[in-house]
């Protein structure tokens, strides 16, 4: 049963969850398929204007606008959740004790520090994701329950950490495994 002391370092929590909004847009949208309505757009309004059918041009236009109004959204959406975990990053006591210890087994995943004691059993843990050295680990409705690091960990560990979820079957929400 490994078990990992993690010192609270806000810089370091700042970039792996900078990391995980920036992968977690990305693959909000790729699943838009953005070239097609684009091009699709553009020949709308180069047909409009090539037949002087202003009904043509204005549907293109309305679906360029509806692209850009789609895109700045959830651009400004994920800035806006980054921003707003980033706050509560910071707004942790800086007098509270911030270090713990990872502890994770066959049976559950455990957290431990001097305040409280938690732990999560693998059974709650239904899907990850794996981008380059962090494993994204979700519940049942796809909210994030955590990010385990290889910077963190270790190498050892975290190729253990990989072996328990391949032994638990638990879904890989990408298909590269990096």
């Given at each position: 049963?490994?078990?990992?002391?993690?010192?609270?370092?806000?810089?370091?929590?700042?970039?792996?969850?900078?990391?995980?909004?920036?992968?977690?847009?990305?693959?909000?949208?790729?699943?838009?398929?953005?070239?097609?309505?684009?091009?699709?757009?553009?020949?709308?309004?180069?047909?409009?204007?090539?037949?002087?059918?202003?009904?043509?041009?204005?549907?293109?236009?309305?679906?360029?606008?509806?692209?850009?109004?789609?895109?700045?959204?959830?651009?400004?959406?994920?800035?806006?959740?980054?921003?707003?975990?980033?706050?509560?990053?910071?707004?942790?006591?800086?007098?509270?004790?911030?270090?713990?210890?990872?502890?994770?087994?066959?049976?559950?995943?455990?957290?431990?520090?001097?305040?409280?004691?938690?732990?999560?059993?693998?059974?709650?843990?239904?899907?990850?994701e794996r981008n380059k050295d962090h494993i994204?680990?979700?519940?049942?409705?796809?909210?994030?329950?955590?990010?385990?690091?290889?910077?963190?960990?270790?190498?050892?560990?975290?190729?253990?950490?990989?072996?328990?979820?391949?032994?638990?079957?638990?879904?890989?929400?990408?298909?590269?495994?990096?």
């Amino acid at each position: 049963m490994p078990k990992i002391e993690v010192c609270f370092d806000l810089e370091r929590s700042k970039k792996i969850f900078a990391e995980y909004f920036d992968y977690y847009k990305l693959k909000t949208f790729k699943k838009f398929p953005v070239l097609w309505v684009i091009l699709i757009t553009v020949l709308f309004i180069g047909l409009g204007s090539f037949f002087k059918n202003e009904y043509i041009q204005g549907i293109g236009i309305i679906m360029a606008l509806i692209i850009i109004i789609n895109y700045t959204y959830y651009y400004f959406y994920f800035e806006f959740q980054k921003k707003k975990h980033f706050k509560e990053l910071e707004s942790y006591d800086i007098e509270n004790e911030r270090n713990y210890y990872f502890i994770f087994d066959e049976n559950e995943i455990k957290y431990e520090s001097i305040n409280s004691n938690r732990s999560i059993n693998w059974e709650l843990i239904k899907a990850y994701e794996r981008n380059k050295d962090h494993i994204y680990l979700y519940f049942e409705n796809q909210t994030l329950f955590d990010i385990i690091c290889l910077e963190i960990m270790g190498k050892e560990h975290f190729d253990y950490f990989l072996n328990l979820i391949d032994e638990k079957q638990i879904i890989c929400l990408n298909k590269s495994r990096n």
